[in-house]
């Protein structure tokens, strides 16, 4: 997957505790995104951005948090784990918001919340 | 984004070609298909996309009715390798890509 970096890979979270999944590009693209997916189904939209400064919800967005200050990072938080929250998350980004730039994603963000 | 229907799961023997079929009956004029496959758990991997004319790159083709109210994938000569989850999803705009469940595609040795 062509530049979309994502930390950690793994991770186990104790229900009420505090993370911040890390997502970086080197591409340049102004649209980054967060996903989950859950056992069994697709993939559903978090946040996203159109660029630095701007944030948006998408699907479920309740229980995150998003900022965008840089146009490489895109930081996903969760302020208090909930096991349902246990889920493979993965980021995602493009050139703009065109419909007709490919939307390239990382290789994916473990989180178990026991 | 135009809801888009595929068949659950289909075989293919390696070294055929594997066809895969999606109905998006609603979609709109400005309206791409996308391809996207995810094998295991990895991140979705981009294929193909399209609007009104077919498409071909290193990967496969894509063919789209002259309606547009269907599409095919085209991997031409399938590997065990390409035994994946196939999602086809219409995208019209900055939010999101739709993801259904996909065709989960069995390529058979």
């Known amino acids: 997957n062509a530049g979309v970096t994502q930390t950690p890979k793994f991770q186990v979270l104790k229900t009420g505790q505090s993370m911040t999944l890390q997502c970086a590009q080197d591409?340049?693209?102004?649209?980054m995104s967060w996903y989950r997916q859950d056992p069994g189904m697709g993939l559903r939209l978090i946040h996203y951005?159109?660029?630095?400064?701007?944030?948006d919800q998408g699907e479920v967005p309740n229980g995150y948090n998003v900022s965008r200050s840089t146009t490489e990072d895109f930081p996903l938080r969760l302020l208090s784990a909930a096991p349902s929250q246990t889920s493979v998350y993965f980021c995602?980004?493009?050139?703009?918001?065109?419909?007709?730039?490919?939307?390239?994603f990382g290789e994916g963000s473990w989180l178990t919340v026991v | 984004d135009a809801k888009t229907t595929q068949p659950t799961s289909m075989d293919c023997a390696e070294g055929r070609a594997a066809n895969l079929p999606c109905n998006h009956s609603t979609i709109s004029g400005n309206e791409y298909v996308y391809w996207y496959r995810q094998i295991h758990s990895q991140g979705p991997q981009y294929i193909i996309h399209?609007?009104?004319n077919n498409e071909t790159n290193e990967m496969a083709s894509l063919i789209i009715t002259e309606d547009r109210k269907s599409s095919t994938l085209i991997l031409p000569h399938a590997t065990l390798r390409d035994t994946a989850v196939y999602y086809c999803?219409?995208?019209?705009?900055?939010?999101?890509?739709?993801f259904g469940q996909g065709t989960r595609l069995t390529i058979n040795p």
């Open positions: 951005s159109v660029g630095a400064g701007i944030t």
């Open positions: 995602a980004s493009s050139y703009d918001g065109a419909s007709g730039n490919t939307i390239y």
């Open positions: 399209g609007l009104k």
């Open positions: 999803i219409g995208r019209r705009g900055a939010q999101k890509l739709v």
């Open positions: 591409m340049n693209h102004e649209y």
